[in-house]
């Protein structure tokens, strides 16, 4: 096996009780009995990040096994989750006050319950981080997806997070199998990459290195609603790895369909990542123009070429103590849209939303036929209340 320690990301489950306006996983959930088992999370590699996610992680009844068994080869563990099952979040920060936990929260309490569909999600959300922080969890913040919907949320709710002394992490609206979707579009660019400069300048003011490095990614974001490349390379798969509940190694979340480089509950890890498969994937990832910016591909990314971040922390960084506030329109596309060099019409086209492409979302044959005649919601609902907890069905208009 490789020596070098790797960036992993586990999917556990697709099973997800939220209902959000720009994922369509809720209706597209895995079958427990097929979920990434002990046994498989055993064959992972050594990781120096491991990122858990769902779905909902917290769905699953033995996430705590997950979590002790991935203790044992990833230095840093993240949760990312939607906050809605506290008890159990509770729990497992008392058996591990090391990990990190990412609740997802789309905006201020009125935006935030419109985008999940989750009952009192803003107020759970809320409850549940204010309780992490009192039991001295360090590592705990904020997650929120910016879309036009909630960009105007999205410095009020930083300082939010920032009084309660949390992390904020960012992402926009993206494309996938992963969120079972292809037509999440931001509509009004300049709106949005406005809220987004604030931001921006709100953590270049920080005394925080880590503040401004953000400030780097929140400032790829505003690149990355206009449609452009990116600005670092991507090199998932190479040393970064995403597995699906159903053991398939993939090299991200953000392609149109699921590219596997092979399957660790069939094969051990070496196999398969130095097969033709996970060769052929590398060379797709190679020539991949889907151009996401999220922090799974980013973040790596970032360390890789920390020249590039670095010297926009350190100039922006000197502006900001001068006074000089950083400006959007230091990228060329934001002063190219302003001057009518380009259209809305142009970026669209560049952008990943497709109104005729069919909607993959990744799910096996068995997890397919459970959902004959079943709505994944209503599946998801029932197995959420015969766990105990009340069913979410209030009815986003997501869905159909
Ligand atoms: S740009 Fe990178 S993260 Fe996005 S789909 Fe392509 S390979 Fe995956």
């Known amino acids: 096996m490789t020596g070098k320690k790797l960036n992993g990301t586990v999917i556990v489950t697709y099973r997800c009780n939220a209902r959000c306006s720009m994922c369509n996983r809720f209706k597209a959930p895995s079958r427990p009995e097929e979920e990434i088992s002990i046994e498989t999370i055993r064959k992972l590699p050594k990781m120096y990040f491991t990122n858990i996610t769902g779905g909902e992680p917290f769905i699953r009844t033995d996430l705590k096994e997950v979590v ?47 985008i999940r569909g989750l009952s009192e999600g803003y107020q759970r959300s809320y409850t549940t981080l204010k309780k992490l922080r009192e039991m001295g969890m360090k590592d705990v913040g904020f997650g929120m997806t910016v879309q036009d919907k909630n960009a105007p949320d999205l410095v009020p709710l930083y300082r939010i997070s920032d009084e309660m002394g949390m992390e904020f992490a960012t992402a926009s609206l993206h494309n996938s199998f992963y969120f079972v979707e292809t037509r999440n579009i931001i509509k009004d660019r300049p709106m949005v990459a406005k ?15 880590k503040k401004w490095f953000r400030a780097y990614f929140n400032h790829g974001l505003i690149n990355y609603i206009y449609s452009q490349p990116r600005l670092l390379p991507c ?21 149109q369909d699921k590219e596997v480089m092979g399957n660790l509950n069939r094969q051990t890890w070496d196999e398969l990542w130095y097969s033709p498969e996970a060769e052929a994937v590398r060379r797709k990832v190679r020539c991949c123009d889907r151009n ?29 103590m001068l006074g000089m506030k950083y400006s959007m329109f230091e990228l060329p596309i934001c002063r190219d849209y302003r001057d009518g060099k380009v259209t809305k019409e142009e970026l669209d086209k560049r952008s990943t939303c497709d109104f005729e492409a069919t909607i993959n979302d990744g799910l096996s044959d068995d997890s397919r036929e459970a959902l004959k005649g079943k709505r994944g919601e209503d599946i998801v609902d029932d197995d959420v209340v015969s766990q105990g907890y009340e069913a979410t069905g209030n009815g986003n208009d997501n869905i159909s």
């Open 235 to 255: 090199d998932m798969s190479f040393d970064t790895f995403f597995i699906d509940p159903y053991g398939d190694v993939m090299p991200c979340n953000g392609t």
């Open 195 to 209: 809220n987004f400069e604030d931001l921006v300048n709100e953590l270049l003011k920080s005394y925080s290195p």
């Open 292 to 320: 996401c910016w999220m922090i799974g591909s980013v973040s790596p990314a970032m360390h890789k070429y920390i020249t590039k971040p670095a010297m926009w922390v350190v100039k922006h960084k000197l502006k900001s």
């Open 68 to 114: 002790r068994e991935l203790y044992k080869k990833s230095d840093r563990i993240v949760i990312s989750t939607n906050g809605f099952f506290t008890d159990r979040i509770i729990d497992l920060c008392q058996e591990f006050p090391q990990i990190g936990i990412r609740i997802s929260v789309e905006g201020l309490e009125k935006t935030n319950d419109e």
